[in-house]
């Protein structure tokens, strides 16, 4: 059984600060997916990472997919109250399924 | 072009009745998924249906519940004779190949129970 571990699982801090989410398994996948969800609202994809070792940016979010393909994180620069969110990684089998992590609630408080 | 719609948004049911949740992919998705979500939690898999071909549903239960995608119309999740343990809200999802790059999901479907 594959699983994705992601932590912290909550998260609360000031506007202003930085923070980073960790998303580890012991599994190999061919992406890694992070997506955000509002509440009463499905996932949105925020990126896809598919090379070991790739970077993207997003604005104030940077992305990184280890080097084995393993783990991700997630960096979120400067926090805003409009980054608060429940924040999913889900990693990519080759046979099409994605597996979820429990993802990590984000508060950021004004 | 709409995304994936999903209906009805809420649905309750009584202990004992049926439950049937549509999906109608996004156009020119011929993948879809669907998973099952608890509250606080992440998203669990349940199956993974092309047109008219089940294709992955080592998450579905093995009793009560079944999903098809036809080749027209929606993809259907059907819960038969529900309990308090199927309250969850229940997502659908498309791709246009099997892909490892993104889904698009649905508002989803919240199913109570009482």
């Known amino acids: 059984t594959q699983l994705l571990e992601q932590s912290p699982q909550f998260l609360s801090i000031q506007e202003g600060e930085n923070l980073t989410v960790y998303c580890n398994s012991s599994?190999?996948?061919?992406?890694l997916q992070w997506y955000r969800q509002e509440p009463g609202e499905g996932p949105v994809l925020l990126v896809t990472?598919?090379?070991?070792?790739e970077v993207k940016k997003l604005k104030r979010l940077t992305f990184q997919f280890g080097d084995a393909r393993k783990d991700s994180s997630l960096h979120i620069t400067a926090a805003q109250p409009g980054d608060t969110g429940l924040y999913l990684c889900?990693?990519?089998?080759?046979?099409?399924?994605?597996?979820f992590g429990q993802g990590t609630t984000l508060q950021v408080k004004p | 072009n709409a995304g994936v719609m999903q209906n009805p948004r809420h649905l309750v049911r009584r202990r004992g009745q049926e439950a049937r949740l549509r999906c109608s992919p996004m156009?020119?998705?011929?993948?879809v998924y669907w998973y099952r979500q608890l509250p606080e939690e992440g998203l669990k898999f349940m199956v993974y249906?092309?047109?008219?071909?089940?294709?992955?549903e080592s998450g579905m239960p093995k009793e009560r519940f079944s999903a098809e995608f036809p080749k027209e119309g929606p993809s259907i999740l059907r819960i038969q004779q529900v309990v308090r343990g199927d309250s969850a809200a229940y997502f659908c999802?498309?791709?246009?190949?099997?892909?490892?790059?993104?889904?698009?999901f649905g508002s989803g479907t919240r199913l109570t129970v009482v």
């Open positions: 999802a498309s791709s246009p190949l099997r892909t490892e790059y993104g889904y698009t």
């Open positions: 599994s190999v996948f061919s992406s």
């Open positions: 990472v598919v090379t070991g070792g």
């Open positions: 889900a990693g990519a089998l080759n046979t099409g399924k994605l597996i």
């Open positions: 156009k020119g998705h011929s993948h």
């Open positions: 249906l092309q047109k008219e071909n089940i294709i992955d």
